[in-house]
Nanobody, 121 residues
Framework: QVRLLESGGGLVQPGESLRLSCAAS????????MGWYRQAPGDQRDLVAR???????YYAESVEGRFTISRDNAKNTVYLQMDNLRPEDTAIYYC???????????????WGQGTQVTVSS
């Protein structure tokens, strides 16, 4: 079994920063893509950022230039540094990892439990 444990959410004022972490553990042979989605009340879950095993990144247009995704492959951990936060960034943030548990196994997507980020003055 694979588990993803998130941390780092909270309440901040506009313009401030937060750093989210997500550590994968369990029966892991290889992790391909890792990333973050977010979901505000009444909205669908949208992709925020993604990073490949080799370090290539993708960002949603709404966070480009303010958020930075990174990963530590030795620790099976992905991070999301969020700077210059805005009220519209308020949402539950979910991390994911595409994990193979054995050689030749197809990668499966696993999800974290979600962490609340609230940006308000």
């Amino acid at each position: 079994q694979v588990r993803l444990l998130e941390s780092g959410g909270g309440l901040v004022q506009p313009g401030e920063s937060l750093r989210l972490s997500c550590a994968a553990s369990g029966s892991i042979f290889r992790i391909n893509n890792m990333g973050w989605y977010r979901q505000a009340p009444g909205d669908q879950r949208d992709l925020v950022a993604r990073i490949t095993a080799g370090g290539s990144t993708y960002y949603a247009e709404s966070v480009e230039g303010r958020f930075t995704i990174s990963r530590d492959n030795a620790k099976n951990t992905v991070y999301l540094q969020m700077d210059n936060l805005r009220p519209e960034d308020t949402a539950i943030y979910y991390c994911y990892a595409e994990v193979s548990i054995a050689w030749g196994d197809s990668a499966r997507r696993y999800w974290g439990q979600g962490t609340q980020v609230t940006v308000s003055s």
